[in-house]
């Protein structure tokens, strides 16, 4: 992110900067949204909700008029919100004390059916669909439902309608929720490949110590890698409610720039927090470990168990080598017993080995559409199906010089 041939320390206080370097190096490269194609937003309860007067309707009409405008110009959007427990709270007139685990979730399914309804109305004044996704751990936690939630998002976003998620409140426990949205948004940004990560806040970024303590706490504007010294910064357990919760944001920063998602936090508070954050609004800037395609790669090509094989005839590898997803009609064989999601390996007839993927059918599925036309899938199984048996983002290739974002095994 701070551009080939440039190095920035891991972090540097705001005053040391010049302010050359900070518009070269900071607005020029990193805080252009436009560069960003698929980016995942996250709204905390008190940006979203005012206790005495609920919804903040026009600090949420900005948000949609800047979000309106990154759709405009070509980006997906995706947003993880917050609110729903505070929203049912304030409509219920509940008073300000804590509340039990089934009170949290009946707050919250109360405060889910309002926002939905303001969400639908502000993206409709521009002629934008939504819906309303809810998930809990376990959803992005088991395979089976991860590709669900997975493939039921990328429709949303191939249909131009924005997914607005959130944790489901109303039936998470404490063994199978996030607990807090930040997370949740960062496992939301990875599962869908999101290119940047946004997580607006009741903070502006991170400090080298708790700000309002420490007078001479300084800003840090690029966050090179998460190293101890930066988790340091972000404190305790302890200190979550002074530091704007900043220990799960940072949390957060290590899931997705581990898998190549930049990540920034900012002020929400005043409204249109997505311009102000184009137009150089102060933030801290998480840069991704890698690229978020070829980090997608080496998961898969380091998984070490494999659940299958998958044969293919001539024409299917020359497709594969030619960047194309495997389709049934080149599969010849189908071995090992595998759920849909798990990693196989792809061989030629003569078990020459070309490379794994996670496989979109279960091994039943597989072997009886091996060697059919696509076309044919609904039939023969009954239900649509996927015309993939591996989807080109979601397999590797190991042979050397392919054109399919190919891992070698030294890469």
């Known amino acids: 992110m701070t551009g080939a041939g440039s190095r920035l320390p891991e972090h540097e206080p705001t005053n040391r900067?010049?302010?050359?370097?900070?518009?070269?190096?900071?607005?020029?490269?990193?805080?252009?949204?436009?560069?960003?194609?698929?980016?995942?937003?996250?709204?905390?309860?008190?940006?979203?909700?005012?206790?005495?007067?609920?919804?903040?309707?026009?600090?949420?009409?900005?948000?949609g008029e800047d979000l309106a405008g990154l759709s405009a110009q070509g980006a997906e959007i995706l947003i993880v919100s917050s609110g729903a427990i505070a929203l049912g709270r304030t409509i219920l007139g509940l008073p300000p004390r804590p509340l039990k685990l089934e009170e949290s979730?009946?707050?919250?399914?109360?405060?889910?059916?309002?926002?939905?309804?303001?969400?639908?109305?502000?993206?409709?004044?521009?002629?934008?669909?939504?819906?309303?996704?809810?998930?809990?751990?376990e959803d992005t936690e088991d395979r089976r439902r991860y590709l669900n939630a997975r493939n039921t998002i990328t429709t949303m976003l191939k249909w131009g309608v924005i997914p607005?998620?959130?944790?489901?409140?109303?039936?998470?426990?404490?063994?199978?929720?996030?607990?807090?949205?930040?997370?949740?948004?960062?496992?939301?940004?990875?599962?869908?490949?999101?290119?940047?990560?946004?997580?607006?806040?009741?903070?502006?970024?991170?400090?080298?110590?708790?700000?309002?303590?420490?007078?001479?706490?300084?800003?840090?504007?690029?966050?090179?890698?998460?190293?101890?010294?930066?988790?340091?910064?972000?404190?305790?357990?302890?200190?979550?409610?002074?530091?704007?919760?900043?220990?799960?944001?940072?949390?957060?920063?290590?899931?997705?720039?581990?898998?190549?998602?930049?990540?920034?936090?900012?002020?929400?508070?005043q409204n249109n927090p997505v311009s102000r954050l184009q137009n150089g609004k102060r933030a801290t800037w998480f840069k991704p470990a890698?690229?978020?395609?070829?980090?997608?790669?080496?998961?898969?090509?380091?998984?070490?168990?494999?659940?299958?094989?998958?044969?293919?005839?001539?024409?299917?590898?020359?497709?594969?080598?030619?960047?194309?997803s495997l389709l049934p009609a080149g599969v010849t064989g189908v071995e090992g017993s595998f759920q849909r999601g798990d990693t196989v390996v792809i061989m030629e007839n003569d078990r020459q080995v070309l490379?794994?993927?996670?496989?979109?059918f279960d091994a039943t599925d597989a072997c009886l559409i091996a060697g059919c036309q696509s076309r044919d899938i609904a039939e023969i199984l009954g239900y649509e199906g996927r015309s993939e048996i591996i989807h080109r983002d979601d397999m590797v290739l190991e042979t050397a010089g392919l054109q399919n974002d190919t891992i070698t095994n030294e890469g």
């Open 17 to 63: 900067l010049t302010e050359a370097l900070l518009h070269s190096k900071l607005s020029a490269m990193i805080t252009d949204l436009a560069q960003y194609k698929r980016i995942t937003i996250k709204i905390g309860s008190s940006l979203l909700v005012d206790r005495s007067d609920g919804l903040k309707s026009e600090w949420l009409q900005s948000l």
């Open 105 to 137: 979730q009946a707050a919250a399914s109360v405060g889910q059916i309002a926002l939905g309804p303001a969400y639908k109305s502000i993206f409709g004044n521009y002629g934008i669909n939504v819906g309303q996704i809810l998930l809990t751990l």
């Open 164 to 269: 607005v998620i959130n944790e489901n409140d109303t039936v998470a426990t404490s063994e199978i929720r996030y607990g807090d949205n930040d997370r949740l948004a960062a496992r939301v940004a990875t599962m869908m490949g999101s290119d940047l990560l946004i997580l607006l806040s009741d903070i502006d970024g991170l400090y080298t110590k708790p700000p309002k303590e420490n007078p001479d706490a300084e800003f840090v504007a690029i966050v090179g890698e998460i190293t101890p010294v930066i988790e340091a910064m972000a404190g305790s357990a302890g200190s979550d409610l002074s530091r704007g919760g900043m220990v799960t944001k940072i949390e957060a920063g290590k899931v997705a720039t581990k898998a190549g998602t930049a990540m920034v936090i900012t002020s929400g508070i």
């Open 290 to 324: 890698t690229n978020k395609s070829r980090a997608r790669k080496k998961w898969i090509a380091g998984q070490l168990e494999t659940n299958g094989t998958l044969l293919v005839d001539t024409g299917a590898k020359a497709a594969l080598l030619h960047g194309k």
């Open 355 to 360: 490379g794994r993927g996670l496989v979109a």
